[in-house]
C-alpha cells in the first residue's frame, strides 16, 4: 500500500503491465507482419528493435526537452510575477 493513500495500484501496477501487453501482442504481431511483405527474418527483427528504440528515443528527446522548457518559462513567469509585486508594493 501507498504511505499517504490505500492505494494498491503501486503494487499491482506490474500486473496490470503484463495484462496489457498480453492482450495487445496479437493485434502488434498482426501489424508486424502485415507491413513486413518480402523482408527476411533477420531484417524483420532488426527493424522492429532499431526501429522501436529509435522511435522512443526521438520522442524521450521532444517531449523532455519541451517539458524543461515549459518549467524554465514557469519559473520566469513565477519570478516576474514576484518581482512585479514588489514594484508595486
Known amino acids: 500500500m501507498s504511505t499517504l493513500t490505500n492505494d494498491?495500484?503501486?503494487?499491482?501496477?506490474?500486473?496490470?503491465y503484463w495484462a496489457w501487453w498480453m492482450?495487445?501482442?496479437?493485434?502488434v504481431g498482426t501489424f508486424v507482419v502485415n507491413i513486413?511483405?518480402?523482408?527476411?527474418l533477420r531484417e524483420l527483427i532488426l527493424?522492429?528493435?532499431f526501429i522501436g528504440a529509435?522511435?522512443?528515443?526521438?520522442?524521450?528527446?521532444?517531449i523532455?526537452?519541451?517539458s524543461f522548457y515549459l518549467f524554465?518559462?514557469?519559473?520566469?513567469?513565477?519570478?516576474l510575477s514576484q518581482v512585479v509585486k514588489l514594484i508595486l508594493q
Do not use: R
Request: net charge negative; glycine share 10%; aromatic share 16%.
Open 8 to 16: 494498491v495500484f503501486v503494487q499491482d501496477w506490474t500486473v496490470f
Open 23 to 27: 492482450a495487445l501482442s496479437p493485434f
Open 36 to 40: 513486413s511483405n518480402g523482408k527476411t
Open 47 to 49: 527493424g522492429t528493435v
Open 54 to 62: 529509435f522511435g522512443s528515443m526521438l520522442h524521450f528527446l521532444i
Open 64 to 66: 523532455g526537452n519541451y
Open 72 to 79: 524554465q518559462m514557469i519559473c520566469e513567469v513565477i519570478a
